[in-house]
């Protein structure tokens, strides 16, 4: 990852964001699209993609352009959209796509030199937002300096937090002024995800990385779970880490950004979970996939429909692979699950209404359990997957 290097540092944040604060406001806008392209640039070569994906810049400053042409109530953001998902789905699941229709291996359309382009998930999701936001009128144009700004806005490229057009336009307008303080909690929170990530979740990989089909046929089965959660923690803090960096490099800047993890490990019922955990892209989701497909204002079985939806959403924007869908379907039967059950005890049950510590530490722990099983998915292919459940349940290999 980008912000594990010094380039990062030396190269973009420290002399990106001074520059930031000392150009005129006209100015401000092209320094962070300017620094953004250079960063995009220099480690796609040097990281992902290579020159190919260098190129790739080309693609989101065209997006940026066709932007230009979004109005309130026009049908033409879908262009955006469509441009947008094209795009992604280009890159990231087209030798998926065509491997379920040749199963084989054979298959004759397969991109032998697929790879992704840096940061395009998050790029994907910026974009659909604000071709949908100007359709509907909750935020305005901007100029195209400051929407380059906005998707090339460095510190958020990679790995989110996924950030609203209408939330940043202002600060990069009237960004904080108050260099002492926004400098000392900015690289306070950028050394707090440094700490977390390498003193923590990469010490993690030392057991989650185990978690592959030759490790786990010679391993006995009590140690399988504490592989797998291992991985649960890993990813959790090595996630929450890259969020922080990214809030804290943008306090640099004078600019805020929203969380996006709050304790989620903590929470007591599946749906507060993922209202807990990568909260950017939960809202996301809410309001561009479930609301539009009907949310809660449908009849039972289409809302629990939807809810699935949402999630097999979720899975697949993580990763192209089979493995992602059953964890977006496990995530989205959990939340059902807990649905019905709160409607037949009644609207009344909540997690700040749990009767007893016992029942808290009950809900608490089936939630924990849940989330940590649906890991399994994620990080490994079904095949691997079910010899892992095989080996834990019965020690046959």
Same mark, same amino acid.
């Given at each position: 990852? *980008?912000?594990?290097?010094?380039?990062?540092?030396?190269? $973009?944040?420290?002399?990106?964001?001074?520059? =930031?604060?000392? *150009?005129?406001?006209? %100015?401000?806008?092209?320094?962070?699209?300017?620094?953004?392209?250079?960063?995009?640039?220099?480690?796609?070569?040097?990281?992902?993609?290579?020159?190919?994906?260098?190129?790739?810049?080309?693609?989101?400053?065209?997006?940026?352009?066709?932007?230009?042409?979004?109005?309130?109530?026009?049908?033409?953001?879908?262009?955006?959209?469509?441009?947008?998902?094209?795009?992604?789905?280009?890159?990231?699941?087209?030798?998926?796509?065509?491997?379920?229709?040749?199963?084989?291996?054979?298959?004759?359309?397969?991109?032998?030199?697929?790879?992704?382009?840096?940061?395009?998930?998050? =790029?994907?999701?910026?974009?659909?937002?604000?071709? +949908?936001?100007?359709?509907?009128?909750?935020? +305005?144009?901007? @100029?195209?300096? +400051?929407?380059?700004?906005?998707?090339?806005?460095? &510190?958020?490229?990679?790995?989110?937090?996924?950030?609203?057009?209408?939330?940043?336009?202002?600060?990069?307008?009237?960004?904080?002024?108050? %260099?002492?303080?926004?400098? +000392?909690?900015?690289?306070?929170?950028?050394?707090?995800?440094? *700490?977390?990530?390498?003193?923590?979740?990469?010490?993690?990989?030392?057991?989650?990385?185990?978690?592959?089909?030759?490790?786990?046929?010679?391993?006995?089965?009590?140690?399988?779970?504490?592989?797998?959660?291992?991985?649960?923690?890993?990813?959790?803090?090595? =996630?929450?880490?890259?969020?922080?960096?990214?809030?804290?490099?943008?306090?640099?800047?004078?600019? &805020?950004?929203?969380?996006? $993890?709050?304790?989620?490990?903590?929470?007591?019922?599946?749906?507060?979970?993922?209202?807990? %955990?990568?909260?950017?892209?939960?809202?996301?989701? @809410?309001?561009? *996939?479930?609301?539009?497909?009907?949310?809660?204002?449908?009849?039972?079985?289409?809302?629990?429909?939807?809810?699935?939806?949402?999630?097999?959403?979720?899975?697949?924007?993580?990763?192209?692979?089979?493995?992602?869908?059953?964890?977006?379907?496990?995530?989205?039967?959990?939340?059902?699950?807990?649905?019905?059950?709160?409607?037949?005890?009644?609207?009344?049950?909540?997690?700040?209404?749990?009767?007893? &510590?016992?029942?808290?530490?009950?809900?608490?722990?089936?939630?924990?359990?849940?989330?940590?099983?649906?890991?399994? =998915?994620?990080?490994?292919?079904?095949?691997?997957?079910?010899?892992?459940?095989?080996?834990?349940?019965?020690?046959?290999?």
């Amino acid at each position: 990852m *980008v912000f594990n290097t010094f380039s990062y540092f030396l190269l $973009f944040l420290l002399p990106a964001a001074i520059a =930031f604060r000392t *150009v005129s406001a006209g %100015w401000r806008p092209k320094v962070l699209a300017l620094s953004g392209a250079a960063f995009f640039v220099y480690f796609s070569i040097t990281a992902v993609g290579g020159v190919g994906g260098a190129m790739c810049l080309g693609l989101f400053i065209w997006e940026a352009a066709v932007s230009r042409i979004y109005r309130t109530g026009s049908r033409l953001c879908w262009v955006g959209v469509a441009l947008a998902l094209g795009i992604l789905a280009m890159f990231k699941y087209w030798n998926f796509a065509t491997g379920l229709v040749w199963p084989s291996g054979a298959n004759p359309w397969r991109w032998s030199g697929a790879f992704l382009p840096l940061g395009i998930s998050f =790029f994907t999701f910026e974009f659909i937002h604000y071709a +949908e936001d100007r359709r509907l009128g909750r935020t +305005e144009a901007g @100029t195209f300096w +400051e929407y380059l700004a906005f998707i090339l806005f460095f &510190p958020t490229m990679v790995a989110g937090p996924i950030k609203r057009y209408q939330d940043f336009l202002p600060a990069l307008r009237a960004p904080s002024t108050d %260099w002492a303080q926004d400098w +000392e909690r900015g690289i306070t929170r950028i050394l707090a995800g440094l *700490v977390k990530k390498f003193a923590v979740a990469d010490v993690l990989t030392t057991y989650s990385s185990h978690l592959n089909a030759s490790d786990i046929a010679a391993a006995r089965p009590w140690v399988l779970p504490v592989w797998l959660l291992a991985f649960g923690l890993q990813i959790y803090l090595d =996630f929450s880490a890259y969020s922080d960096i990214a809030i804290g490099s943008a306090r640099l800047f004078g600019l &805020p950004v929203k969380e996006n $993890f709050d304790w989620p490990y903590l929470q007591t019922d599946l749906a507060a979970f993922w209202r807990h %955990w990568h909260m950017s892209l939960t809202r996301w989701l @809410t309001d561009y *996939v479930y609301i539009p497909l009907g949310g809660s204002r449908v009849g039972t079985v289409r809302v629990h429909a939807n809810v699935i939806a949402v999630m097999l959403v979720s899975g697949l924007w993580h990763g192209a692979g089979t493995n992602f869908l059953l964890w977006g379907l496990w995530h989205g039967v959990g939340l059902g699950v807990h649905r019905g059950w709160r409607m037949l005890h009644g609207e009344a049950v909540t997690t700040a209404a749990v009767p007893s &510590p016992a029942g808290r530490f009950a809900g608490w722990a089936l939630t924990f359990t849940h989330v940590n099983i649906g890991w399994a =998915f994620f990080i490994m292919d079904l095949p691997t997957a079910g010899k892992f459940f095989r080996h834990l349940v019965t020690g046959w290999h």
